[in-house]
T-cell receptor
Framework: SQKIEQNSEALNIQEGKTATLTCNYT??????LQWYRQDPGRGPVFLLL?????KEKRKERLKVTFDTTLKQSLFHITASQPADSATYLC??????????FGAGTTVTVRA | DAGVIQSPRHEVTEMGQEVTLRCKPI?????LFWYRQTMMRGLELLIY????????DSGMPEDRFSAKMPNASFSTLKIQPSEPRDSAVYFC????????????FGPGTRLTVL
């Protein structure tokens, strides 16, 4: 069956450090992968999309990599700030018209 | 644009009662999605519509759940009768087209069934 696994543990890091989140998947052949951010009491908000032919993508302090051989995406938050504290979800398409989401990784950045 | 609008934001009801959740997607978006989020199961897709037509309802847990989209600007998710295990946060999302496009989520409805 298709499965998406994200860091099982919450991530607690010091302000200014880099947070690295993992998203591993099985039984998918995704043409792309998306990352979303979710704050408590709110809906997920889209952050980045990376396609299978893109090894790396950046947006401000965010960097995403996508390794289709390892079936893994890494999500990095560099120079982290307390405002980056949230839950981060990866999402993959089981078909062309919908997304399946991972359970998410909660990041807490300490000042 | 106001974004995706959902109502009510919170709903508390008793087991056996009918519950109706409402969603107004972003104008011009052709796809509408209903999700349910719980601690145990995460974010699950229940059903999605394209141009007001239900395309895939394989995620709807059972016959007690039904969804409609009578026009491009309104959708409902109904649970009848409700059960305590239906307690969750229900999100509506919309997008312009195929799933390479960003999905825009509403604020969610927190449902508690006593």
């Amino acid at each position: 069956s298709q499965k998406i696994e994200q860091n099982s543990e919450a991530l607690n890091i010091q302000e200014g450090k880099t947070a690295t989140l993992t998203c591993n998947y099985t039984n998918y052949s995704p043409a792309y992968l998306q990352w979303y951010r979710q704050d408590p009491g709110r809906g997920p908000v889209f952050l980045l999309l990376i396609r299978e032919n893109e090894k790396e993508k950046r947006k401000e302090r965010l960097k995403v990599t996508f390794d289709t051989t390892l079936k893994q995406s890494l999500f990095h938050i560099t120079a982290s700030q307390p405002a980056d504290s949230a839950t981060y979800l990866c999402a993959l398409p089981p078909n062309d018209y919908k997304l399946s989401f991972g359970a998410g990784t909660t990041v807490t950045v300490r000042a | 644009d106001a974004g995706v609008i959902q109502s009510p934001r919170h709903e508390v009801t008793e087991m056996g009662q009918e519950v109706t959740l409402r969603c107004k997607p972003i104008s011009g978006h052709d796809y509408l999605f209903w999700y349910r989020q719980t601690m145990m199961r995460g974010l699950e897709l229940l059903i999605y519509f394209n141009n007001n037509v239900p395309i895939d309802d394989s995620g709807m847990p059972e016959d007690r759940f039904s969804a409609k989209m009578p026009n491009a600007s309104f959708s409902t998710l109904k649970i009848q009768p409700s059960e305590p295990r239906d307690s969750a946060v229900y999100f509506c999302a919309s997008s312009l087209g195929r799933n390479t496009d960003t999905q825009y989520f509403g604020p969610g409805t927190r449902l508690t069934v006593l």
